[in-house]
């Protein structure tokens, strides 16, 4: 079982619509949790840090989920900007080692 | 501050050379990584390092060697390439906070291609 998982997508909707995407982590002692936004052969960036309150970014909502161990985040009111690869990622410290695990991402394609 | 610097931004290579990819961060970050993207595909951890002298192994090391002398230079080292190494591979770096890395900045990429 992968350490972080994602619905690869695509995920094809209109502008306007509102989408939303879930991972999955499996390691409990995560403490750390973004979502990130890759365009089309460039690098990932930030798009948010996720808390356990959940918490809001303009059209961007994401929340956690500790007992189920999922993160999700929702996009309103879409935009053809916001067609890209959006990578769940997690971070956590396992004895003395640390890493930060990232999913492969999910694809969103915005049609006009 | 620059951020993170990678280079070359373009590179192609010989079966059985071998290269060095650079990466230097500005910034002070403890924790440096390197991945490897093929396309469609997501990232693949390399080889990740949390300070200077301390290197671990990722998802993909083999063929690969990284050194930490310093803070702020983190080199990934393809010992015989193969066109197997084809790929865009990004370096990250971060803060190291007390629940593991956090927010990564990535550098612009290298694209790398092996005949």
């Known amino acids: 079982r992968k350490e972080v998982e994602q619905d690869p997508g695509p995920f094809n909707v209109p502008e306007g619509a509102t989408v939303a995407f879930n991972c999955t982590y499996s390691n409990s002692a995560s403490q750390s949790f973004f979502w990130y936004r890759q365009d089309c052969r460039k690098e990932p960036k930030l798009l948010m840090s996720v808390y356990s309150s959940g918490n809001e970014d303009g059209r961007f909502t994401a929340q956690l989920n500790r007992a189920s161990q999922y993160i999700s985040l929702l996009i309103r009111d879409s935009k053809l900007s916001d067609s890209a690869t959006y990578l769940c990622?997690?971070?956590?410290?396992?004895?003395?080692?640390?890493?930060?695990?990232f999913g492969s991402g999910t694809r969103l394609s915005i049609r006009p | 501050n620059a951020g993170v610097t990678q280079t070359p931004k373009f590179q192609v290579l010989k079966t059985g050379q071998s290269m060095t990819l650079q990466c230097a961060q500005d910034m002070n970050h403890e924790y440096m990584s390197w991945y490897r993207q093929d396309p469609g595909m997501g990232l693949r951890l390399i080889h990740y390092?949390?300070?200077?002298?301390?290197?671990d192994q990722g998802e993909v090391p083999n063929g690969y060697n990284v050194s930490r002398s310093t803070t702020e230079d983190f080199p990934l080292r393809l010992l015989s390439a193969a066109p197997s190494q084809t790929s865009v591979y990004f370096c990250?770096?971060?803060?190291?906070?007390?629940?593991?890395?956090?927010?990564?900045?990535f550098g612009p990429g290298t694209r790398l291609t092996v005949l």
């Open positions: 990622v997690v971070s956590f410290r396992r004895s003395s080692a640390s890493k930060i695990i």
């Open positions: 390092s949390v300070g200077a002298g301390i290197t």
């Open positions: 990250a770096s971060s803060f190291e906070l007390a629940g593991g890395p956090g927010e990564q900045f």
